[in-house]
């Protein structure tokens, strides 16, 4: 019994956790899917997402909101330093994220002055909500999760209405042809470069106001933070198209990421709950992506043509 | 119209893999010039289109189209003055996104892009009557993927898309190769149509000769990266497919016209 009650608190603060890395995970989709660029630099840019909202609460005394604004800026503009090196200086997209993601492991504790930064005691947008919500409601079991989880999902909510419409507008879908077929887009008058940049600025942005959120919720932000980010979008993403193999258009898709990224997180509380020790969850985690990739792969007999429609880039059926 | 003056290209200089690909290309094309280009492998007719498109930077010589020099202009930049059909069906579509979308990308080309709809309600409405002209039956299929259609599909909405926004000049890389002849020859015919239509200017490779005689206003033969071969109206509607292969050997100093050529 008290395994069970143990086991249904842990999956509540999982889903809370899941929804907040749902947005890192459309990010990650972002890049890797749409824009078929595989996107090493969401390690650091989760990061520095929550280092630089962290310290602008703790050191500026900033609003927790405005601060999220800020770690989108940020994590954008890592996203435009991976796309620098990979346009303009022709080093492959794998080593330029890697780059910028190294870079920034050095940078992170530059903008904290430390390894870490805590946010005991100090407002975050978790705490802002609960203390405008009245004493009556405050004692409900698990309270807290139930606050996150709301605020993730209006944040949820915002991120997959952006995506859908910016995804359906002629940039939107310049970026898309550029992830399927960049010959041509430039055929047809675009500059693929560019196309590059915006993708990796919107991705890497959405990755970082994940990280910040991730942060301000847990109350702390650390340097280590961000080790396996990006195979944990995938693993979401991966998780998403299993369960909803039949969700061929946009909309559908990015539910299915959020579950998949909540599911993610449920799963890894569970087998945290059996008694695995947290180290060993990035053996875990890879695996999980191995063997979800694999699958799609394994059925591939008789959905073929879905398994690698839904693996390759331009991934998006944006229909209106 | 075209001006093509003096141009040479080499790959991979100063390597063992060292290729002079073109060597000294001139080449004026008038308005309205349909020109059919043929030559043996290698002979370097993929890459003055090349050069033209602006995939690769040229070594020396220029460019000039319409009055506008475009030899130092991006890929994608000259794409505003271009359109351009490849000989692979993969190349010219977005293979996961619907027929529509390829098409509102296409109808874009030379316009800026913004945050306004990529597809209209009047764009659909267009593209449904293009289709239809196309006489494949794509106007009721507008929201399949393209990765669904068939080869001479794809290059039927290639060339589609390639002229939906009139181009100054057209570029067709034997577009038609990779299709089976009966394909072929529903594309090709359909090139024809929509070239006399729009009034375009066009460049067409291709391997088989009787096409090379049939189609267009005037006709070149490429040899180790150069021109060596020009001919126009009357004389060019003469031509007899043996000529061809004499001029040819002529060309390659008496060699024999290599398989590709001779089976064409
Ligand atoms: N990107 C490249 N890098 C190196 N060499 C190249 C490149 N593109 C073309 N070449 C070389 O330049 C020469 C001319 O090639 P090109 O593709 O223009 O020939 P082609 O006339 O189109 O022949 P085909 O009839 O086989 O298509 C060939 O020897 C080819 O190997
Ligand atoms: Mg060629």
């Known amino acids: 019994m008290s395994f069970l009650i143990s086991l249904l608190w842990a999956t509540h603060a999982a889903t809370a956790q899941g929804i907040l890395f749902g947005v890192m995970a459309l990010g990650v989709y972002i890049t890797f899917r749409v824009l078929d660029f595989p996107d090493m630099t969401c390690d650091g840019s989760f990061v520095l997402g929550g280092c630089v909202s962290a310290v602008l609460i703790v050191k500026a005394g900033w609003n927790p909101y405005v601060t999220l ?12 330093i991976t796309a620098f090196l990979h346009n303009k200086c022709k080093i492959p997209a794998i080593l330029s994220g890697i780059l910028t993601m190294t870079a920034l492991y050095s940078i992170n504790i530059r903008v904290m002055g430390q390894a870490n930064t805590t946010l005991l005691g100090v407002d975050t947008v978790v705490s802002m909500v609960k203390d405008i919500l009245p004493e009556s409601i405050q004692g409900i079991a698990n309270f807290t999760n139930w606050v996150v989880i709301v605020l993730g999902c209006i944040f949820v909510t915002l991120v997959t209405m952006f995506m859908y419409w910016f995804f359906g507008t002629e940039i ?131 959905a073929a043509s879905k398994a690698t429609i839904s693996m390759k880039g331009g991934d998006s059926n944006a229909k209106h | 119209m075209l001006n093509i003056n003096e141009v040479y290209k080499t790959f991979n200089p100063g390597t063992i893999n060292e290729k002079k690909a073109l060597n000294g290309v001139n080449l004026n094309l008038n308005s309205e010039d349909f020109v059919t280009v043929i030559g043996g492998n290698g002979a370097g007719k993929s890459t003055i289109l090349n050069m033209i498109a602006g995939v690769y930077p040229i070594d020396r010589g220029s460019i000039i189209l319409d009055g506008i020099d475009i030899t130092y202009l991006p890929e994608h930049k000259r794409a505003h003055y271009l359109g351009r059909v490849f000989q692979d069906p993969m190349k010219g579509t977005a293979s996961n996104m619907e027929i529509q979308e390829n098409l509102a990308i296409a109808y874009r080309r030379g316009k800026k892009r913004g945050l306004s709809w990529g597809i209209t309600k009047a764009e659909k409405e267009k593209f449904h009557e293009e289709l239809k002209v196309l006489g494949l039956g794509l106007e009721d299929r507008m929201t399949s993927k393209v990765g669904l259609l068939s080869g001479g599909q794809r290059q039927a909405l290639t060339l589609l898309m390639a002229t939906l926004q009139k181009p100054k000049l057209l570029l067709l890389d034997e577009h038609t190769a990779a299709l089976d002849p009966k394909t072929a020859r529903n594309v090709l015919s359909l090139t024809n149509e929509i070239i006399q239509a729009d009034k375009l200017t066009a460049i067409m490779i291709t391997h088989n000769m009787k096409d090379a005689i049939k189609y267009g206003n005037r006709l070149i033969m490429m040899h180790e990266g150069r021109v060596v071969y020009d001919v126009a109206g009357e004389e060019k509607k003469n031509l007899q497919v043996s000529d061809l292969l004499a001029k040819f050997e002529q060309a390659s100093g008496g060699e024999f016209a290599n398989d590709r050529m001779m089976l064409a």
């Open chain 1, 69 to 80: 604004i800020v770690a989108v800026l940020a994590g954008g503009a890592s996203g435009a």
């Open chain 1, 172 to 302: 939107g879908c310049a970026i898309r042809a550029t992830g399927n077929n960049g010959d041509m887009v430039r055929a047809l008058g675009e500059d693929t470069d560019k196309m590059k940049m915006l993708g990796l600025v919107i991705g890497n942005s959405l990755v970082a106001l994940s990280g910040a959120l991730v942060a301000q919720s847990q109350g702390y932000a650390d340097v280590g933070m961000g080790v396996g980010t990006i195979v944990i979008g995938l693993a979401s993403i991966v998780i998403g198209e299993v369960i909803m193999s039949r969700a061929r258009t946009f909309k559908f898709r990015l539910i299915s990421i959020l579950l998949g990224a909540v599911i993610y997180r449920v799963i890894i509380a569970w087998v945290l709950q059996m008694g695995l020790k947290a180290t060993d969850l990035k053996l875990l985690t890879a695996l999980v992506v191995a063997i979800a990739l694999t699958i799609p792969k394994m059925l591939g007999a008789t």
